[in-house]
């Protein structure tokens, strides 16, 4: 009887270990040392689009940005964008140069504004009707109280061996702002952070099965085994 019981209190004191270990690499996980960092979003207003006029890559500027400070509504105001941008992606996708169209890409920036880079070696067929049209593409699915026109920046962008954009199509988000909605031959869906949820999700989880602190199962097996000889 008193074996059975000593086999017992070993079997509980293992299990005790070992969830012990199993809460300590959870919690390491989810204090990380390194978070990400968050992008930085500038004080919105009319001027970032008056600069851009400037820029000589620039087609056209079309639209208004309203002077927007507090994060809570530049978040909002980015989240209209992509609302905006992904209910026009259907006509945009047909004006792809991959369709026989001029657009190399299209998406939206942090700074508050939604971006259409057009072929630059199709210049001949660009106008001011073509300007318009991929304009009103764009905002009529737009939906603001105080903005009547979505703000959308046209610009030149060039291929690399009709497959690949050029580096002066800044595609990361982290570095860049720009949130891509489509680039030429593929399509990518981006949240504020530049990444997949669904891969980062994943990845968290493999992290917290898999860490554990090293060292309580074989400190758990020595204590099993020590009791089990001494009720010997």
């Avoid at 001011?128 to 959308?152: E, G, K």
Wanted: charged share 20%; net charge negative; proline share 3%.
């Amino acid at each position: 009887m008193k074996k059975r019981i000593t086999i017992i209190l070993a079997m509980i004191l293992f299990l005790l270990v070992q969830l012990s270990g199993f809460s300590s690499g959870y919690t390491m996980n989810s204090t990380s040392d390194n978070p990400p960092e968050q992008l930085q979003i500038p004080d919105y207003g009319q001027y970032i689009l008056n600069d851009l006029e400037n820029d000589s890559s620039v087609i056209a500027v079309m639209g208004e940005i309203p002077e927007i400070k507090q994060d809570e509504k530049k978040e909002e105001w980015l989240q209209q964008l992509d609302r905006c941008i992904n209910q026009s992606s259907n006509k945009l996708h047909l004006q792809m140069k991959e369709n026989g169209g001029l657009l190399l890409g299209y998406g939206y920036h942090i700074y508050g504004y939604i971006v259409i880079d057009i072929d630059s070696d199709q210049k001949e067929r660009v106008d001011d009707d073509v300007i318009n049209d991929l304009y009103m593409m764009v905002n009529t699915n737009w939906i603001n109280q105080s903005v009547s026109n979505v703000p959308v920046v046209f610009r030149w962008s060039i291929t690399k061996n009709d497959d690949a954009i050029d580096d002066s199509i800044e595609l990361n988000p982290a570095d860049s702002g720009m949130m891509v909605e489509e680039e030429i031959n593929q399509t990518n869906n981006t949240n504020l952070l530049g990444g997949d949820e669904n891969t980062t999700n994943e990845t968290e989880i493999d992290d917290i099965s898999s860490k554990t602190t090293p060292g309580f199962t074989s400190l758990a097996l020595i204590l099993c085994f020590a009791i089990l000889s001494r009720s010997q």
